[in-house]
């Protein structure tokens, strides 16, 4: 199994994330921050944009986020954010599903 990093995305709310990854892109205030494993422990200000986290499962999940804190350390990154959007999955099931279902839909209207 190939190395992996935890992600936590924590709000004033509650927990958001918490997910092994094989790699992490958050923005920062300055620009995007690439996250594999092993990297070097680092503290950087969170701006505004997608998270997009890439699962050993080859899942992707994607997070919109605004403001906060993160820390990269020991292969557990930790994003303290002020808000966060919905947590959004993509996966081959994940698109199929909903494709399958708009099919389905189209079916029942070509029927006389």
């Excluded at 927990?15 to 690439?34: C, F, I, K, M, T």
């Excluded at 080859?58 to 947590?87: P, Q, S």
């Amino acid at each position: 199994m190939p190395e992996t990093l935890q992600c936590r995305v924590i709000t004033p709310e509650g927990e958001v994330l918490n997910r092994r990854a094989l790699s992490v892109r958050y923005p920062a205030h300055d620009g995007q921050v690439g996250i594999l494993p092993n990297h070097a422990p680092m503290i950087t200000l969170v701006g505004e944009g997608s998270l997009i986290l890439r699962t050993p499962e080859n899942r992707r999940w994607f997070l919109e986020m605004k403001g906060g804190f993160a820390e990269i350390r020991d292969n557990l990154l930790t994003i303290l954010a002020v808000r966060t959007g919905d947590l959004i999955e993509q996966s081959a099931e994940a698109i199929e599903r909903p494709l399958a279902e708009a099919k389905r839909e189209l079916a029942k209207k070509d029927k006389p």
